[in-house]
T-cell receptor, first 112, second 118 residues
Framework: TQLLEQSPQFLSIQEGENLTVYCNSS?????LQWYRQEPGEGPVLLVT???GGEVKKLKRLTFQFGDARKDSSLHITAAQPGDTGLYLC????????????WGAGTKLIIKP | KAGVTQTPRYLIKTRGQQVTLSCSPI?????VSWYQQTPGQGLQFLFE???????NKGNFPGRFSGRQFSNSRSEMNVSTLELGDSALYLC?????????????????FGPGTRLLVL
């Protein structure tokens, strides 16, 4: 069974601080996606990383795909209250392109 | 373009009943996936439909079923509801380009149907 483990499960920090969320697996993925979900809404795709070692930046968010394509991280610089939400990672297995493997999510609260 | 819509948004049922949830994908999208989301469990994949055919299925009992219509709208049905079926059910659509899949395309999620089983 392929699993994606996210850590931490919950994070509450002050506005302006930096944070990193991790997504780890023992399996190799052809791509990995990061989503943010706000209460009462479905997840919204933030980024897809495909190449091992790839780094993508989205304003204050930096996403990195591990060299072996088994893990990924999301780093937020100078967090703001608007970053509050549930962050989910999802990997596309090598042997199936029709089903994503999802992490359990990191609930992030940024306090003003 | 209108986004993915799901109806109803909230539903309360009792054990043993059945329920049907509906999903209208973004216009032009041919792939629809269904997920169950519970706190601490993340999203659990139920099934994916493309052009009225179930292309992939997750590890859920046969009480969970779905279908897709010719206009790409999809429904999922849960029969003989159990307390553990209480969850947020999410639908996601993607273009479903030939040879593609959810790993290669952006999925657009609806707001979900929150089901409470008493």
């Amino acid at each position: 069974t392929q699993l994606l483990e996210q850590s931490p499960q919950f994070l509450s920090i002050q506005e302006g601080e930096n944070l990193t969320v991790y997504c780890n697996s023992s399996s190799v993925f052809s791509s990995l996606q990061w989503y943010r979900q706000e209460p009462g809404e479905g997840p919204v795709l933030l980024v897809t990383v495909v190449t091992g070692g790839e780094v993508k930046k989205l304003k204050r968010l930096t996403f990195q795909f591990g060299d072996a394509r088994k893990d990924s991280s999301l780093h937020i610089t100078a967090a703001q209250p608007g970053d509050t939400g549930l962050y989910l990672c999802a990997g596309a297995p090598l042997d199936s392109n029709y089903q994503l493997i999802w992490g359990a999510g990191t609930k992030l609260i940024i306090k003003p | 373009k209108a986004g993915v819509t799901q109806t109803p948004r909230y539903l309360i049922k009792t054990r043993g009943q059945q329920v049907t949830l509906s999903c209208s994908p973004i216009s032009g999208h041919r792939s629809v996936s269904w997920y169950q989301q519970t706190p601490g469990q993340g999203l659990q994949f139920l099934f994916e439909y493309f052009s009225e055919t179930q292309r992939n299925k997750g590890n859920f009992p046969g009480r969970f079923s779905g279908r897709q219509f010719s206009n790409s709208r999809s429904e999922m049905n849960v029969s003989t509801l159990e307390l553990g079926d209480s969850a947020l059910y999410l639908c996601a659509s993607s273009p479903g380009l030939a040879g593609g899949g959810v790993g290669q395309e952006t999925q657009y999620f609806g707001p979900g149907t929150r089901l409470l089983v008493l």
